[in-house]
């Protein structure tokens, strides 16, 4: 039992680049979140997946798209990156998505735009 | 709209010394609220939770919390601090997402605790 997995670890990009990070997870949770998490910032919402098949912005999605590609994984894409996108990434899961729900964390994703 | 104050960015507290981390929330109704550990490197790993009931959470690692409403307060404590716990802790309020029921967290920025040997 994996819990939450991310790919890559780390990653470096040319501005304008682009690419797709990779999460998945393997508790059966209904729920997933993509968060990007910036010095002093604390942990900010850029997508969720409530459920299979629905996907939604959250508190800064600009620059990003998302993939619910079955119950397990959940994308996210940079379509042309910016210094600006430069952060830790981590994707999270929970049940049911109800705010009483612990939410489980991947270990990360580093990510540098040059 | 829901938010999360982590007053204290940086602690240092030697090792055996207690450990208080405040958090004040702002939320409308009954709130969820988290306490999280990022160890450097880690994700996140949650340190326990309080939806309602016993105003005093146990958790893991030896941890507990307590949520004053009257004070919009839900902080986190530990006995002695062992080396080991030096770490990020993020306090959460969990609430509703645009309007309806989803699950989304709202965390604080975070306060890092070194421990002194």
């Known amino acids: 039992n994996a819990g939450v997995t991310q790919t890559p670890k780390f990653q470096v990009l040319k501005t304008g680049q682009s690419m797709t990070l990779q999460c998945a997870q393997d508790?059966?949770?209904?729920?997933m979140y993509w968060y990007r998490q910036d010095p002093g910032m604390g942990l900010r919402l850029i997508y969720y997946s409530a459920s299979e098949g629905t996907t939604d912005k959250g508190e800064v999605p600009n620059g990003y798209n998302v993939s619910r590609l079955n119950k397990r994984e959940f994308s996210l894409r940079l379509e042309s990156a910016a210094p600006s996108q430069t952060s830790v990434y981590f994707c999270?899961?929970?049940?049911?998505?109800?705010?009483?729900?612990?939410?489980?964390f991947g270990p990360g994703t580093r990510l540098t735009v040059l | 709209a829901q938010s999360v104050t982590q007053p204290d960015i940086h602690i240092t507290v030697s090792e055996g010394a207690s450990l208080e981390l405040r958090c004040n929330y702002s939320?409308?109704?009954?709130?969820?609220l988290f306490w999280y550990v990022q160890s450097p490197g880690q994700g996140l790993q949650l340190l326990l939770k309080?939806?309602?009931?016993?105003?005093l959470v146990q958790g893991i690692k030896g941890f507990e919390a307590e949520f004053k409403r009257s004070q919009s307060s839900f902080n986190l404590r530990k006995p002695s601090v062992h080396w080991s716990d030096a770490a990020e802790y993020f306090c959460a309020v969990g609430g509703e997402l645009y309007g309806g029921s989803q699950g989304n967290l709202i965390f604080g920025k975070g306060t890092k605790l070194s421990v002194k040997p």
């Open positions: 309080y939806f309602s009931g016993d105003t």
């Open positions: 508790m059966n949770h209904n729920s």
């Open positions: 939320y409308g109704a009954t709130p969820y």
């Open positions: 999270a899961s929970s049940f049911s998505g109800r705010g009483t729900d612990t939410q489980y």
